[in-house]
């Protein structure tokens, strides 16, 4: 049966030449290939920002070089032991008034801190 464009009713398909594909076929592949060179650039550009920032690390500002911080303890104290993380310091202090842990930012060279060890629970305490 030869089939000719006056028997194509509603809802069929339009002819398509052999060679040819539906226009919905071909706006699939574009996108496909738009996309992928999309996907290929943004990894380009992530890489690329990786390599910049580790040749170029930033420099940081206004953070002072903290030379001395003043620390004030109890006569006759002296440091027992002290314990470096990162930006903090904890100072074990012993003296004639008891032992003590210190913790100081070494970044800001502020005391963040003070415990007192060995005296009153916190319900005795005044």
Request: charged fraction near 20%.
């Amino acid at each position: 049966m030869i089939k000719t464009k006056e028997a194509q009713g509603a809802g069929v398909a339009p002819e398509v030449s052999e060679g040819q594909d539906p226009v919905s076929v071909r706006l699939l592949k574009y996108l496909v290939i738009v996309l992928g060179v999309l996907l290929i650039g943004c990894f380009v550009a992530v890489f690329a920002i990786i390599g910049y920032r580790l040749a170029h690390p930033r420099v940081k500002t206004g953070q002072a070089e903290i030379k001395e911080i003043a620390l004030s303890i109890g006569a006759g104290a002296h440091l027992g032991q002290f314990l470096l993380d990162g930006d903090r310091m904890a100072l074990h202090l012993t003296g004639k008034e008891g032992e003590e842990v210190v913790v100081v930012d070494v970044r800001r060279g502020l005391v963040l801190s003070r415990v007192k060890l060995g005296g009153p629970p916190l319900a005795a305490q005044p």
